[in-house]
């Protein structure tokens, strides 16, 4: 069984650009939720897709939005990037159902993104 | 809000040691904590996980303990090797429904053989 591939592994943007950032999660999966992980702040909870809808939201700007498609697969952008933006990004996906149990969460290898 | 402390922030131990790893919650909604292990350069991946039902939980090494009461609950690892050098998240997650879990800080494990 294939785990949660991100895509791109690495990135480097500048400063005012907008990014894209892919993740597949695991198949039957449909929560995926993605997380920034830096140094200084650790492993920060930015948003959650369950079934194409956005569940919840973490204490980041707008302009970190998502979105997630009919086969579970999500993506999260950026825009107007600043230099803290600079982070790994990490995507996880969890249960066939999203049931209130199910929360064990498996996590794809991220994206790096560096914005110079 | 929601928040998880995690200490120590780095552990060094020799092999064959014992090390412990302890974290606390501060939502008393909270009833499911894995604990992640992150090796340089790769993804978190689960350990062990243990729900608010249960105080205790054993992997063959690995052993978790919950204390709702105080809202805190540790990593024990015996017999320490050195692949278990790694850096490892506490977190925790209310099961609303839907994924989220606040991560502890981190604690950069190095086993010395």
């Known amino acids: 069984k294939a785990g949660v591939t991100q895509t791109p592994r690495y990135l480097i943007k500048t400063r005012g650009q907008q990014v894209t950032l892919s993740c597949s999660p695991i198949?039957?999966?449909?929560?995926v939720s993605w997380y920034q992980q830096t140094p200084g702040q650790g492993l920060q909870f930015l948003f959650e897709?369950?079934?194409?809808?956005?569940?919840n939201k973490g204490n980041f700007p707008g302009r970190f939005s998502g979105r997630q498609f009919s086969n579970s697969r999500s993506e999260m952008n950026v825009s107007t990037l600043e230099l803290g933006d600079s982070a790994l990004y990490l995507c996880?996906?969890?249960?066939?159902?999203?049931?209130?149990?199910?929360?064990?969460?498996?996590f794809g290898q991220g994206t790096r993104l560096t914005v110079v | 809000g929601e928040n998880v402390e995690q200490h120590p922030s780095t552990l060094s131990v020799q092999e064959g040691d014992s090390a412990v790893i302890k974290c606390t919650y501060s939502?008393?909604?909270?009833?499911?904590f894995p604990w992640y292990k992150q090796e340089l350069g790769k993804r978190p991946q689960l350990i062990i996980d243990?729900?608010?039902?249960?105080g205790e939980k054993k992997d063959q090494r690995i052993a978790v303990t919950l204390n709702k009461t105080a809202k805190h609950f540790s990593l024990h690892i015996t017999e320490t090797q050195p692949e278990d050098s790694a850096v490892y998240f506490c977190?925790?997650?209310?099961?609303?429904?839907?994924?989220?879990?606040?991560f502890g800080t981190g604690t950069r494990l190095l086993v010395s053989p």
């Open positions: 996880a996906s969890s249960s066939p159902t999203g049931g209130l149990r199910d929360t064990e969460a498996f």
């Open positions: 977190a925790a997650s209310k099961n609303t429904g839907f994924q989220k879990l606040v």
């Open positions: 897709y369950f079934s194409e809808t956005q569940r």
């Open positions: 198949s039957g999966h449909r929560s």
């Open positions: 939502d008393s909604a909270s009833n499911y």
């Open positions: 243990i729900r608010s039902n249960v």
